[in-house]
Nanobody
Framework: QVQLVESGGGLVQPGGSRRLSCAAS????????MRWYRQAPGSGRERELV??????????NYLDSVKGRFTASRDNAKNTVYLQMNSLKTEDTAVYYC?????????WGQGTQVTVSS
């Protein structure tokens, strides 16, 4: 079955960097656009799309607030997608999820917590 396993979260100081990874299995990874979402703490907060990266990694799109700071990449040989996060801000604190849409079903990983705090 489809599995997405995120890792790399943790506590980081403002201005710091973090790289998230998402290992995928159960589908042909290289065929699909991969996406990163996040959900900030607080009731009623929806998951927001942070970044997406196309099948070969040739094109990516970003949430306006992370443009120039976050970079998505992928290694199709390792079935893994990454999110490099630089110049982190307190407002980047969230649970980060990777996601893939297969046959109109959106699959999610379990998420990894990123906390930006001094």
């Amino acid at each position: 079955q489809v599995q997405l396993v995120e890792s790399g979260g943790g506590l980081v100081q403002p201005g710091g960097s973090r790289r998230l990874s998402c290992a995928a299995s159960g589908f042909v990874f290289s065929w699909y656009t991969m996406r990163w979402y996040r959900q900030a703490p607080g009731s009623g907060r929806e998951r927001e799309l942070v970044a997406s990266i196309t099948t070969r990694g040739s094109s990516s799109n970003y949430l306006d607030s992370v443009k120039g700071r976050f970079t998505a990449s992928r290694d199709n040989a390792k079935n893994t997608v990454y999110l490099q996060m630089n110049s982190l801000k307190t407002e980047d604190t969230a649970v980060y999820y990777c996601s893939v849409d297969l046959s109109d079903i959106r699959h999610w990983g379990q998420g990894t917590q990123v906390t930006v705090s001094s």
